[in-house]
């Protein structure tokens, strides 16, 4: 094989192969979105909780399917997951499973998040919620490090973190916001959504200050269109008092506009997706006369600052089906502007995808070199919210890096 060989059909299982070796992370990773269909089967069995199907191809064909139509028939498949999650036991095994097949394709360093305020009922509150999960990645993580490669220091162990999300926009759906939403019976939607941030903010703080959670960041998820960021600052205010890191959900289904908000309003320090950053059409905003230069503005800004990407292309094909093929989502102008970017799964059952698929679609959609793909993975590494002191992240990526370096001396297309 040749050097400077590409991507193509004909070693795509050198290719496979070389991806799953690689160190990897993924930093935009959802709990509810990405639970084994067999698992989910196996605990609605057990409690008795009705599926339009009872085996992972009918589930397959009628709940998570190849194609959505948009973003809100992509979400609806949340009710489903999460119906499944409404037990600490059903957390903590779900949470150690994910970890274990993040651990078999090479993945070293995972984000998981999700909204505790779906999953409180008379059986568990956000604590024990938070709890279950923890002990779940904890008993996937101490497994792994158990490993004697691990141990010598020749390869480097799993780490992760847990990612609090406030929704933009809810519906009584869980027990908590049925009671949220009747107990406020003269406010409106937009107003009580602006509460349950607030309050899912005050217990993350809480509970990473009082009980030593690795709690790295704080999220905004759900519809973006109609459900602006700007609702959600107070919270994020209160976050970004406490040293808290941020994420934001935006440029997925609304323009440019969205992104400036997240970043201005919201203090992130990443965007979940940021499709529609370059997309100029699609800004609303009627005092913006000159899109293109607002646009290029906003760019250098994110750019100049390294505000990282957080990519899902399976998912954004999905959602935004007038994309049609991965060489047309915008990665490969996020690649040509050298922004920090990192590829994530977004929801590995809802999208039926791995991070090494993931990364096999950015390869040959991209025809990314070699050079690229190192900096891509250094991004996932360099800009995650490790749970750890400064220098202890700092000592942990070069080990993942060196480990990059080692394996990808074993293939030469993975070579400078």
């Known amino acids: 094989m040749s050097k400077n060989l590409a991507y193509s059909p004909e070693n795509q299982t050198d290719w496979i192969a070389a991806i799953r070796k690689l160190p990897k992370t993924d930093i935009h990773l959802h709990l509810d979105g990405s639970i084994r269909l067999e698992t989910i089967i196996e605990l609605a069995k057990s409690q008795k909780i009705h599926l339009p199907s009872y085996s992972p191809e009918g589930l397959k064909e009628l709940v998570f399917k190849s194609n959505y139509k948009n973003l809100e028939e992509y979400l609806k498949t949340f009710g489903y997951s999460c119906s499944v999650m409404q037990t600490p036991e059903s957390l903590e095994r779900i949470s150690f499973e994910l970890a274990q097949d993040n651990q078999n394709e090479g993945v070293r360093y995972i984000e998981i998040r999700f909204a505790p305020q779906l999953l409180i009922n008379q059986n568990q509150n956000f ?7 923890d002990r779940g990645l904890k008993k996937a993580e101490q497994e792994f490090n158990q490993k004697k490669s691990v141990q010598e220091g020749i390869e480097p162990p799993f780490r992760y973190g847990i990612i609090i999300c406030a929704l933009r926009n809810f519906g009584p759906w869980s027990e908590y916001y049925t009671k949220l939403i009747s107990s406020f019976p003269y406010s ?13 903010a005050h217990t993350a703080v809480h509970l990473k200050k009082n009980l030593g959670l690795p709690i790295v960041a704080f999220d905004l998820a759900g519809a973006e269109a109609n459900h602006p960021a700007s609702v959600h600052e107070r919270a994020f205010q209160y976050i970004h008092k406490h040293f808290i890191a941020k994420t934001v959900h935006a440029g997925e289904a609304y323009g440019p506009e969205s992104i400036f908000q997240a970043i201005t309003k919201l203090h992130a320090n990443r965007i979940g997706h940021g499709y529609f950053l370059f997309e100029k059409e699609r800004i609303q905003d009627p005092t913006i006369r000159d899109k293109e230069d607002y646009v290029n503005k906003l760019v250098e800004f994110i750019a100049a600052q390294r505000i990282t990407l957080e990519v ?22 996020m690649l040509e502007k050298k922004l920090s970017v990192s590829l994530c799964t977004d929801n590995r059952t809802v999208s039926n995808t791995t991070v090494t698929d993931e990364w096999i679609k950015a390869i040959q959609g991209f025809q990314m070199k070699a050079k690229q793909i190192r900096s891509v993975v250094i991004y996932g590494f360099k800009r995650s919210f490790f749970p750890g002191s400064y220098l202890e992240k700092r000592n942990y990526v070069r080990q993942c890096l060196d480990y990059y370096d080692k ?10």
């Open 127 to 133: 604590e024990t919620i938070l709890l279950a999960v």
């Open 188 to 200: 409106n939607n937009t107003a009580i959504c602006a509460m349950a941030s607030l309050e899912a």
């Open 312 to 333: 899902s292309l399976t998912s954004n094909l999905q959602t935004l089906p007038h994309i049609k093929e991965v060489k047309n989502h915008n990665f490969g102008k």
């Open 407 to 416: 394996i990808a001396s074993t293939y030469p297309f993975l070579q400078e």
